[in-house]
């Protein structure tokens, strides 16, 4: 009989928001049927309150980070996270009670509002916390690979989780070539205690008959089985331009391109509504940003560069200048994190991303959108589709002034960073979504409000 299926992370977040959500459902009915005066308690009132907590609470969590597994994993953390986001969800919530319906409250029921909202959450957590650490955490895994010239040891480091925990840890490593009786029994022995089969494999036809047997029958137990690119992309919302599967289908699975008017419709109405936006805050940062420079940034205001749009075409790019008037005096190069070039007033541009807001102006003119990969410049591109496989493939889309490269990965420095990135776009290009969008907004709002990044 095989063990119970381990539960995979998607799996706990749902959990975990199941749990949250009863707890905030039972605040909310205790301020809606309870804490509200008489005079004010209308049910269509109790049902836009309950409806507009719900959904701030789940903002927050998600712009707050919430739902990260590995900060539950501390007692501490968890206790304190849901603590400091339940009191400001009271906050806000209050804040808009007051002002949008001007509510007043019975004091009694309300003190129980403020006092039981962080404490249950925080209890929640705790319980789920200690849970987790009785349950088994981690799936084990069973890693089948066909070729010796794989870099084993960077694909376990991925599995196991070297930048983050990924709650798998490769417990058996196993040759589709191995074929000696000796190695079949201790294979045999060694499946009842994997949870997961990963396969890495040039070409799944290459599979010996007698291990698509083990596999099938793995599948009927209950046991997950799934390919190293799947695991790659489900794990890190990327995908592995250095898989070993070469097959250009299996990274991207293009597709027949088909109109998708919600898309193209949601697309639109962002790019208008965060221009105008934008192009206002812009318009209102130009006087502040040149006083300073001024000042602590003498030179031009605007820096402009050509850039490497759609369908490889060049256009120009605008940007309030961080750096020094003659910053690639000896050649063009790569901006990194502790940059001599970048003068201090031009730190407080990036830190808060200020520099990036004269983009709008391309946005306006078409050759960007909001939301896409970042461009590039043609000297830095032509050298990384030499050396990165597929680094094309991300000029089929309007770059953006955002990306999920750019919400999810560091600053560009390297060769590295910009396979890493690569990696991210191409998990974009395969999966636009208006959800997806959605998460780049909410994201790239927690970068610049936190100054979270480079």
């Known amino acids: 009989m095989s063990k119970p299926s381990v539960l995979n992370s998607i799996e706990r977040k749902f959990i975990l928001l199941i749990g949250d959500l009863i707890m905030i459902i039972a605040s909310l009915n205790l301020l809606v049927n309870h804490a509200i ?24 969590a998600y712009i707050l980070d919430f739902y990260n597994l590995e900060k539950l994993v501390r007692r501490r953390a968890a206790i304190s996270q849901g603590i400091y986001i339940s009191l400001i969800f009271i906050f806000i919530l209050l804040l808009i009670c007051i002002i949008l319906y001007d509510i007043s409250f019975w004091r009694i029921p309300l003190l129980s509002f403020l006092l039981l909202t962080p404490i249950q959450v925080a209890l929640w957590r705790l319980l789920y916390s200690n849970l987790f650490k009785i ?35 490769v417990k058996l490593t196993y040759h589709i070539d191995q074929t000696a ?36 029958k793995s599948i009927m137990e209950g046991k997950e089985v799934i390919s190293y690119t799947s695991f790659y992309e489900n794990t890190y919302e990327a995908l592995p331009i250095n898989s070993h599967n070469d097959s250009f289908y299996e990274i991207l699975q293009l597709r027949n391109k088909k109109i998708r008017y919600l898309q193209s419709l949601f697309s639109f109405t962002i790019n208008f509504g965060l221009s105008l936006f934008v192009g206002i805050i812009f318009v209102l940062c130009i006087p502040f940003v040149f006083v300073f420079n001024f000042f602590f940034n003498r030179g031009p205001l605007f820096y402009t560069q050509k850039r490497v749009g759609q369908h490889g075409k060049e256009f120009k790019i605008y940007k309030f200048r961080s750096m020094v008037v003659d910053a690639e005096k000896l050649g063009a190069k790569m901006a990194t994190k502790n940059d001599s070039r970048i003068t201090p007033f031009g730190k407080i541009l990036r830190l808060f991303r200020i520099d990036e807001l004269p983009q709008i102006i391309s946005v306006i003119k078409g050759d960007m959108r909001f939301i896409g990969p970042r ?11 030499r050396m990165i496989p597929y680094y094309n493939i991300r000029h089929l889309i309007k770059p953006g002034i955002t990306g999920w490269a750019q919400v999810k990965y560091k600053y560009g420095e390297n060769l590295e960073d910009s396979t890493r990135k690569l990696e991210y776009d191409l998990y974009y290009i395969k999966n636009r979504s208006i959800m997806l969008d959605l998460r780049i907004i909410f994201k790239t709002f927690t970068t610049v409000i936190f100054s979270r990044g480079v």
């Open 135 to 169: 349950i088994p955490f981690t799936k084990n895994v069973l890693l089948l690979y066909d070729s010796y010239d794989l870099n084993l040891k960077e694909i376990i480091e991925k599995i196991n989780g070297y930048e983050t925990n990924t709650f798998y840890k």
């Open 37 to 60: 005066d008489e005079k004010y308690s209308f049910v269509w009132v109790k049902i836009q309150i309950s409806v507009i907590g719900l959904l701030l609470f789940l903002f927050l």
């Open 375 to 385: 461009p590039e410049r043609k000297v830095f591109v032509r050298e990384l589709v």
């Open 181 to 216: 009786l000796s190695d079949r029994k201790s294979f045999a022995a060694a499946m009842q205690k994997v949870d997961t089969w990963i396969i890495n494999t040039q070409s799944y036809d290459n599979i010996p008959s007698y291990l698509q047997k083990v596999v099938l």
